[in-house]
């Protein structure tokens, strides 16, 4: 397929009828990127989920984008609300993977005193780690409470503020999740991970403000250069993951049931309002609003860390929540489409919601200027705040990148950089590391990952969002 260059950081397969294709496909990259994008499957995938029934406009590709299962990883996909289809490889395994940030009034001088300590007892408050557990004292109806209606379920008792939905994507809780189809598997997996942060590349850090890109947007969202704040990266754990293997294997019959074939079977999907389709969104819903309420314990956790170290209660620390976004999820929003609002199921994977100022959806305090927009980069480049821009809505459906994204698989990185380069690289830059194992530092290496940098000046670049802060890692915490 021949690739036409539409700007500096724009590119364009167009849609061919004799291939099968229902759409063609939009690449946000600079030619390097593309480059490495197309040494995977990353094009190809693309390619692959225009022949999706129901597409509308085109399969896009963020510039953190790489392989994926069947569908890339930076890659957004939007489908007819009615006549359309869901496809869980299109949300992928960790559901509602996604990224908050809790901003305090501390500097970096008040951190530095005590960043040994505050690194232990994170540590230690927060469980990392494969099959990592803690035990809340939840029964399985707190479970199905949580799966069903969120983060506010536990807000309500006690673990966090009485506002904090407001400042989390969907408030917290999509509606429409259905715990009688969740798997039995996935409710077992489920009721001791609550609050944990998991392995691979979810992490906690403690960050310092290091630049102010645009002082009206940091002021609305309450940056300021040199503050601290907090990130967390993590998603639903090994329910979400539970409930998307269970399906994949379902849409296995419903394939040869309706005589589908696929160009890749990893790309299997059910049609809009059949059971199949109805079941896997009551349960992925469910996963969405477990990793929203799994984000808001850890914050809790965090908050009680930080008032164990500092001897302050969280309010006096300032401790509020900037934002909460979700990168792995599918769910309707209403999109102009040639013209006509049109409804439409977005699924975006490794991919962020990054709407602009006016947009119902939008927070009120923060409607004024646009969603923040939570990059994360790794463990020592630095991390992002953005804004979504109107071009968003014109461009992307509303989307923008969602991290660095990956330019060396796992096992690449484990066998090519040795754990004591990333230590020493950490050390040297004064990052205070926690880690579970020294093979994750391997995986997790910034040279295991594209420069988070470029990738944001791509989607700036490209009208998507705009750059208000870089935040520089003083503290990781990994599994």
């Known amino acids: ?79 007819d609300a009615e006549n359309g289809i869901i496809s869980p490889g299109a949300v992928g395994f960790d559901i509602n993977c996604g990224v908050r940030l809790i901003k305090t009034n501390l500097t970096s001088d008040e951190l530095k005193k005590k960043s040994k300590s505050l690194s232990d007892v994170l540590f230690r408050n927060v469980p990392t780690g494969v099959g990592s557990k803690l035990s809340l004292g939840f029964t399985q109806k707190d479970l199905e409470s949580v799966s069903e209606h969120g983060a506010g379920y536990v ?15 969907e408030h917290g809780g999509l ?29 906690l850090e403690v960050q310092r403000v290091d630049r102010i890109f645009d002082t009206k947007t940091a002021d609305a969202y309450g940056l300021a250069k040199d503050q601290i704040v907090i990130m967390v990266h993590t998603g639903s754990r090994g329910f979400g993951h539970q409930i998307c293997s269970d399906f994949l294997r379902t849409l296995v019959s419903y394939q040869e049931k309706h005589n589908i074939r696929l160009v890749d079977k990893e790309l299997s999907y059910a049609h809009v309002g059949s059971k199949e389709a109805d079941n896997y969104i009551g349960a992925m819903n469910c996963a969405v609003n477990f990793a929203f309420t799994n984000r808001q314990i850890i914050t809790h956790l965090i908050r009680q860390s930080f008032s164990e170290v500092f001897g302050k209660s969280a309010d006096a620390l300032g401790m509020d929540l900037l934002y909460d976004v979700a990168h792995n999820i599918a769910k309707p929003e209403e999109h102009t489409v040639q013209g006509r609002k049109q409804m439409l199921y977005i699924h975006r994977k490794g991919a962020t ?102 990738v944001v000046s791509v989607v700036e670049r490209a009208g998507l969002a705009k750059i208000v802060s870089k935040n520089i890692p003083l503290i990781v915490i990994k599994g």
């Not at 036409?4 to 990259?29: C, H, P, R, W």
């Not at 598997?185 to 392995?199: H, I, S, V, Y």
């Open 1 to 79: 397929m021949e690739i036409t260059k539409i700007s500096d950081v724009k590119f364009e397969i167009q849609k061919d009828d004799a291939s099968g294709m229902n759409g063609g496909v939009t690449l946000y990259a600079t030619e390097e990127m593309l480059e490495k994008m197309k040494k995977d499957s990353t094009v190809q995938q693309a390619i692959n989920a225009t022949t999706l029934p129901g597409l509308v406009g085109n399969v896009l590709v963020m510039p953190d984008g790489h392989q994926g299962y069947g569908f890339p990883v930076g890659g957004v996909a939007a489908f």
């Open 353 to 454: 919601r990054a709407f602009p100022k006016g947009v119902e959806g939008v927070p009120k305090k923060y409607r004024s200027v646009g969603q923040p927009v939570i990059i994360p980069g790794s463990m020592s480049t630095g991390s992002y705040v953005l804004c979504g821009m109107e071009g968003s809505m014109k461009e992307s459906f509303g989307s923008a990148c969602h991290g660095s994204g990956r330019v060396m698989s796992r096992h690449q990185a484990l066998n090519e950089i040795p754990a004591a380069k990333t230590f020493k690289g950490l050390s040297e830059k004064g990052i205070e590391i926690r880690v579970r194992t020294r093979k994750l530092i391997s995986e997790e290496a910034e040279w295991a990952y594209k420069n988070p940098d470029d």
């Open 175 to 203: 509606s429409g999740a259905d715990f009688s189809k969740v798997s039995g598997d996935a409710k077992k997996r489920g009721l001791n991970q609550l609050g944990t942060l998991g392995a691979g590349n979810h992490f």
């Open 155 to 169: 807000i309500e008792k006690g673990y966090g503020f009485a506002d904090e939905t407001e400042s989390i994507e």
